[in-house]
């Protein structure tokens, strides 16, 4: 059965992690608070370790996993040929919720690479997350903390939900503070190149390196299945509820018409709907305020409270058992672009414009 250790972020006992520490050193899995999402960790130099990650999430094994550290000095043990590009952002950005790709180092396992010769490499922002890091004397393997395809863990009880009886241990510390993934940025090559939008915006990223782009859309790898992408993981469906999600975009009062009509025909065929909605345009719902499950995921005043929620939502609509979801679609400045793009792929890019 799997461990369950409470750490309270306001007066924290970090002497409890020497259990999952150890858990680590010896092969085994704990999953871990970090300040994007939990992750499922084990040690990244033991490929027995990695082996028993993909398992426990039911991950395809091409899909490589972020190595985790708690000093910029692990970097060279794990990564070759560092440019000195990486060093600029990993002085402005570490810790925090931005991962590099680099060519690794021999130590670093072909499971932990996903078959690759490049190496993810994070320096997470949560104390918790780096002083088992430093416990556990290793590097730390960790995805999102999610069975594969299902949105990833922004509380403990997410990570119970997919992996409870199938790994040693969960540190729960309550709330991810960010709540979506890191943003992913390739230095491998002699370019830069965005993999993954995260908290950390394309902007943010080309002020310390101008010439730094957004790699091919992910809309076109899903469309062309012939297209390779660059960070395996983005091939897969992903961030998915078990019921469908169509995003209706425009005007918002003209969405909430849009969708209010879409809910009254679900009615008649006896389906469910779920709304994803804004605080400020949950009044325009009024109308259908009984006949949909109506969640408001954060509001326009805070940004950040969309990337908070978002994930969480995605999961209360697996259990009201809704059949369809409809959501707004949300502004693309700051993290509103990972947000999008999150969403996007969990509704496998369907929208329709108002
Ligand atoms: O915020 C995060 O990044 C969280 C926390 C736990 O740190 N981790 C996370 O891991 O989101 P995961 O495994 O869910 O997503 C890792 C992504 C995948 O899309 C994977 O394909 C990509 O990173 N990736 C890992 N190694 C790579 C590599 N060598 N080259 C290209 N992409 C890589
Ligand atoms: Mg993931």
Redesign the pocket.
Known sequence: STQLIKIDRKNPDFSVLKIPAAIISKGGLAAFP?E????LGGDALNPESAKKIYTAKSRPCD????V?IADISQLKLLAEDIPERAYLLAEKFWPG?M?L?LK?SSIVPYET??G?D???V?L?ADDIARQLIRLSKTAIA????NTSGKP?PTLASHVVEDLGGRIDVIIDAGPAEIGL??T?I?VSTSETVI??P?ALSLYDIKKIIPDAYRAVYDKKLFKDKKLKP?????KYRHYAPCADILIVKGNCRAVAEKISGLVKDDITKRRRAGIITLEENLQLYDQIRHSACIIVVGSKKDKKSTAHNLFKVLRQFDKAGVDIIYSEAFERDGIGEAVMNRLLKAASYKVIDV
């Open positions: 970090t994007t999402v939990y992750g899909n490589p996993l972020i985790h919720p991962t790709i690794k690479s996903g690759l490049t190496v993810a994070r997470p960790a995805p999102s903390a990833s993934e890191s992913i390739d993999l993954r995260g660059k960070a395996p993981g983005m």
